[in-house]
């Protein structure tokens, strides 16, 4: 899989959020954009996902235009910002719900992304009752328990323990070894360094690689 960005820009009114962004990822890495909070990466990560038209620009996905097409990328999955579940349902009724839109996974691969990220033993457990970091990790199972060829993480180590924080890293190059594409988002450097391959840091809009 590659994804190609071709002189993106976005406004929001006359404010410009990114300009002139030009960068390709690749399966089999791990890309790191760092930024600080309201540097443009989530709304980068947004418009890659097709949730935002950017102002001028395109984005491939292989050879599918996702901003001439209106279309999600294909085999994509995302954690962009607050994670957002159904408060009233219980971890595994969330991700089966999920699982349910597409039909490609059981049961038992819902519970085993769960023990993956440490929260098999919350799973039946209200979503109401999680904590910070068992929210954070209940949408990182969500972007890994269809095996997509593309994920995506904004903050995902925000609100969780230092050693689920360890594995999540360990999982991520897991998932990288298998030929996934993986790009992760953060403000702080050290989730960053030391996980990706390439990276990249947004500056007043532009997208700059760190060498």
């Known amino acids: 899989m590659l994804i190609k960005v071709k002189n993106l820009s976005k406004k929001f009114g006359k404010v410009d959020i990114l300009n002139d962004i030009n960068v390709e990822f690749k399966s089999g890495n791990i890309y790191g954009l760092i930024g600080r909070n309201g540097s443009g990466k989530s709304v980068f990560l947004k418009i890659l996902c097709g949730f935002y038209k950017p102002t001028t620009g395109e984005v491939f996905f292989d ?52 023990k993956r990220v440490n929260i098999y033993d919350e799973r039946n457990k209200k979503y109401s009752k999680y904590s910070l970091g068992t ?53 702080i450097k050290d989730d960053i360094e030391g996980l990706a391959d390439e990276i990249y840091e947004f500056d007043n809009g532009y997208l700059k690689a760190k060498k």
């Open 63 to 114: 050879n599918e235009n996702i901003v001439k097409n209106g279309t999600f990328p294909p085999s994509t999955r995302a954690l962009i910002e607050k994670p957002n579940f159904l408060s009233d349902l219980s971890g595994f009724e969330n991700l089966k719900l999920l699982a349910s839109i597409q039909n490609k996974i059981n049961d038992n691969d819902i519970e085993e992304t769960m």
């Open 135 to 187: 929210k954070q990790k209940l949408a990182i199972a969500q972007v890994l328990m269809e095996n997509p060829d593309i994920m995506i993480f904004d903050e995902p180590l925000n609100g969780i323990e230092n050693d689920t924080a360890v594995k999540i890293r360990k999982i991520i190059k897991e998932e990288k070894n298998k030929g996934k594409l993986i790009i992760v988002a953060s403000h």
